[in-house]
């Protein structure tokens, strides 16, 4: 079975600083998504960036990028020029893509307060 | 058109009565989701419908009911609900499950804003 472990459950930065965000999974399977999803405080869950297990090259979203490291199955998410709207919950999820259904597992979440 | 709508918002509702959830998506997406959240927690999967056919119950009680009346619309029945059952539900849609003949699926779940219940 899969698992997605967030070690990091609170974490605070300065505004327009640089933060890592931890992730690390454990599975058998080969191909596979990874994803970052942010909650804001009563807003919705959106995508923040996606990884696909057989691209070597490190996914990047505007301040947003990841550190894929498959071999040591990890999946950190670094934010760049923190940004006061950054403030949210951020979710690691794993996705396998054997099979037809493709449930995603999800980590605890780490809590990330972005103070001016 | 790349949302996920939910109503109501919020709801508030006694251990007797009966409600429901519902939620909206126009993109075209062929699975649709329900998931609880609790404050601080991660989503958990309650039901999943792939091709309007429900495809994944996760050993939800009885209490609730999904339905799934066409491709867009999705539906969260409630009855006799349990003070632990308040949390807010949460719908999500995607592509598909996992179409191997859907080569541009990128996996990613579009949520709603979610419905905040609480059971009295």
């Known amino acids: ?116 | 058109d790349t949302e996920v709508t939910q109503t109501p918002k919020h709801l508030v509702m006694g251990m007797t009565n009966k409600k429901s959830l519902k939620c909206e998506q126009h993109m075209g997406h062929r699975a649709m989701y329900w998931y609880k959240q609790k404050a601080k927690k991660p989503p958990e999967l309650m039901f999943v419908y792939s091709y309007e056919k429900l495809s994944i119950n996760e050993s939800v009680p009885s209490r609730f009911s999904p339905e799934c009346p066409n491709s867009s619309l999705l539906n969260l029945h409630l009855h006799a609900l349990q003070p632990e059952d308040s949390a807010l539900y949460l719908c999500a849609s995607s592509q598909n499950m996992g179409d191997r003949t859907l080569t541009t699926n990128t996996g990613e779940l579009f949520f709603g804003e979610g419905s905040r219940l609480t059971v009295l």
Request: proline share 3%; aromatic share 12%.
């Open chain 1, 1 to 116: 079975a899969q698992t997605v472990t967030q070690s990091q459950p609170e974490m605070s930065v300065q505004e327009a600083e640089t933060v890592t965000l931890s992730c690390t999974y454990d599975t058998s399977e080969n191909n596979y998504y990874l994803f970052w999803y942010k909650q804001p405080p009563s807003r919705q869950m959106i995508l923040v960036i996606r990884q696909e297990a057989y691209k070597q090259q490190n996914a990047t979203e505007n301040r947003f990028s990841v550190n894929f490291q498959k071999a040591a199955k990890s999946f950190s998410l670094k934010i760049s020029d923190s940004q006061l709207g950054d403030t949210a919950m951020y979710f690691c999820a794993f996705m396998r893509l054997a099979g037809n259904n493709r449930k995603l597992i999800w980590g605890l979440g780490t809590s990330l307060a972005v103070n001016p």
